[in-house]
């Protein structure tokens, strides 16, 4: 039996649910993300329950987790008691929003409380704390080569950005 082929845009959406698989997130997060990256228009909960399937339930639960993520805006239209829910489009903002939550929300509060927390296992004399003292020291060197990185990556992706709006 031969089934229907696919709509270019449920490929695509395919084949976006299956990179965000790679990053990390569940099927659904990854599905959503997909369907609103996809879609022109923002879409209300029942719509996006409607398109992929799932429960109203479980689509309220995975937008609660991928909205605290920072992957997609939460809009109110006039004179509707609707919430509707919208993506960002480009591949590079989206990476760039990645990097900067990541580089905001991680890696500049890590370089921040690492020195002291480093202080107070120096002055720890058990054999364990020396050990554990190697292993911090090695990580807040890799936060340091991180923060560098990531500053010249975001770097990067705004002047891509800016080249291609000209």
Known sequence: MMTALKSPKQEFIDLMTENCKVNG???LSSRIIALLYAEPNE???DDIAKRTGYSLSAICTAMKF?????FVKRLKKPKSRKVYFYMEKGMIMFS??????????????TKQELPSIIKRYKREKSENSKQE????ENYYKEVLASEDIMRKLIK????AKKNLKK
Request: glycine content about 4%.
């Open 25 to 27: 997130l569940d099927e």
């Open 43 to 45: 879409l209300s909960l």
């Open 66 to 70: 991928i909205e605290r993520i920072g």
């Open 96 to 109: 760039l929003d990645i990097i900067r939550r990541k580089y905001e929300r991680v890696i500049l509060p």
């Open 133 to 136: 003292l190697k292993i911090i």
């Open 156 to 159: 990067m992706l705004e002047n």
